[in-house]
C-alpha cells in the first residue's frame, strides 16, 4: 500500500537485509600486581601483535592470545633496571582492526616501579663522627652493616628529620698510627621497594700512638735522644740529670727524631750518673704524649787520696781511698833517710808497705 500502479490499485510490500559492522572495536590495557600485562577487546582483534603495544621505562615480552577467548591477550612487563618512577604499557589508536576493518581505539595504563638501587655516601668528619647519608630511606641499617678498620663506632642514630641521614661517632684504636676505614658494604641494606643498596667507604690517617725516645749515654761524653717521631716542646728543661749537667742541647739538621747533647759529670764525684727524660715531658704533631727513657753511667771525678804513717816499728804505711796505678817508689820522697822494700799488700791493693831507714848519724 506505499504505492500504487496507473489504474491506482494499491501495491503489495517486499524487503531484504544485510549485516553491517562500522563499530570501532576497543581495548581494554590493565598492568596487573603479578607484573603481567592484560589486554581485553571489545571483539577479536585483527593484526594485533608485539609491535603495536608501546611501552616507557620498560619492555614487553611472550605476548599471547587466550585459547578460549580471542578478546584477551596477556603479556609479562619488565621494568627498566635502574629505574624508579612511572611504567606505562599502551596500545594506539588505530594499531589494530575488527574483522569488518574498522579501526580499534586505543588504551594505556600507568604503574611506578623502583628498580632502583639505592646509594649510600659515608664521609668521616673533621669532629670525629661519620655521615651516612643515603639515595633514599634506608631499610635494615644498622650497627652490623657498618665495618670499622683499626677503630669502633658508637651512637649510630637516624636524623629526626631526614630519614636518609646517619651518623655515628668514631673512635680509632688506641696506640694506632695509620689508616682508619669505615665502610658499608654493598647489599647490606635495601630500599623500601627491596632493592639492595650500593657501599661506599671513607678513610682517613688517625696518630693515637704514643711516641717514644731512647736515651743514650755514649763513651765520647755526649747524649743520644732518638724518638719514634719528631718530638714538639721537647727543650733542656725536659731532660733530668743526676750527679752531672746538660749543655748544648741540638736537633740534628736532616732529621728532626734525632737530638745531642754534652753531659759533663759533677767534679768529685764518683758513681752513676743518669740522664732521663721523664714521661709526658714532650709530645707528637699529634699531641700524644710521649713515653720517658733513661741511660746511666758510671764515672769518676773524684781524686784519690793516700795516708802516710811512719810506724814504730820502723815501716812505713800508705793507705790509699781506692787502688793508685802508677805508684812506685819513685814518687815517695824521703828527708833524711832511704826507703825500701816498697810493696803493695796481696789482699788490699789500696795498702802498700815499705821499710823507713834513717840517715846513719842524723837527729
Known amino acids: 500500500g506505499s504505492y500504487t500502479d496507473t489504474a491506482g490499485n494499491a501495491g503489495s510490500g517486499d524487503s531484504d537485509s544485510t549485516n553491517v559492522d562500522t563499530l570501532a572495536p576497543s581495548v581494554q590495557v590493565t598492568i596487573n600486581v603479578d607484573g603481567t600485562v592484560s589486554f581485553v577487546f571489545s571483539e577479536a582483534p585483527v593484526g594485533f601483535d608485539a609491535a603495536d603495544v608501546g611501552v616507557a621505562n620498560g619492555t614487553l615480552t611472550n605476548l599471547v592470545q587466550d585459547s578460549t577467548d580471542p578478546t584477551r591477550w596477556t603479556a609479562n612487563l619488565t621494568p627498566t633496571a635502574g629505574f624508579e618512577g612511572a611504567v606505562t604499557v599502551s596500545v594506539p589508536s588505530g594499531s589494530y582492526t575488527d574483522t569488518a576493518g574498522n579501526a580499534g581505539s586505543g588504551d594505556s595504563d600507568t604503574i611506578t616501579v623502583d628498580t632502583l638501587a639505592p646509594s649510600v655516601q659515608v664521609t668521616i668528619n673533621a669532629d670525629g663522627t661519620v655521615s651516612f647519608v643515603f639515595s633514599e630511606a634506608p631499610v635494615g641499617f644498622d650497627a652490623a652493616d657498618v665495618g670499622v678498620t683499626n677503630g669502633t663506632i658508637t651512637n649510630l642514630v637516624q636524623d629526626s628529620t631526614d630519614p636518609t641521614r646517619w651518623t655515628a661517632n668514631l673512635t680509632p684504636a688506641a696506640g694506632f698510627e695509620g689508616a682508619v676505614t ?41 747524649v743520644s735522644f732518638v724518638f719514634s717521631e719528631a718530638p714538639v716542646g721537647f727543650d733542656p728543661s725536659d731532660v733530668a740529670v743526676s750527679n752531672g749537667t746538660l749543655t748544648n742541647l741540638v736537633q740534628d739538621s736532616t732529621d728532626p727524631t734525632q737530638w745531642t747533647a754534652d753531659l759533663t759529670p759533677a767534679a768529685g764525684f764518683e758513681g752513676a750518673v743518669v740522664v732521663e727524660v721523664p714521661a709526658g715531658s714532650y709530645t707528637d704533631i699529634a699531641g700524644n704524649v710521649g713515653s720517658g727513657d733513661s741511660d746511666s753511667t758510671t764515672v769518676d771525678t773524684l781524686a784519690p787520696s793516700v795516708t802516710v804513717t811512719i810506724n814504730t816499728d820502723g815501716t812505713v804505711s800508705f793507705v790509699f781511698s781506692e787502688a793508685p796505678v802508677g805508684f812506685d817508689a819513685t814518687d815517695v820522697g824521703v828527708a833524711n833517710g832511704t826507703l825500701t822494700n816498697l810493696v803493695q799488700d796481696s789482699t788490699d791493693p789500696t795498702r802498700w808497705t815499705a821499710d823507713l831507714t834513717p840517715a846513719a848519724g842524723f837527729e
Do not use: E, F, K, R
Open 182 to 222: 669505615v665502610s658499608v658494604p654493598s647489599g647490606s641494606y635495601t630500599d623500601t621497594a627491596g632493592n639492595a643498596g650500593s657501599g661506599d667507604s671513607d678513610t682517613t690517617t688517625v696518630d693515637t700512638l704514643s711516641p717514644s725516645v731512647q736515651v743514650t749515654i755514649n763513651a765520647d761524653g755526649t
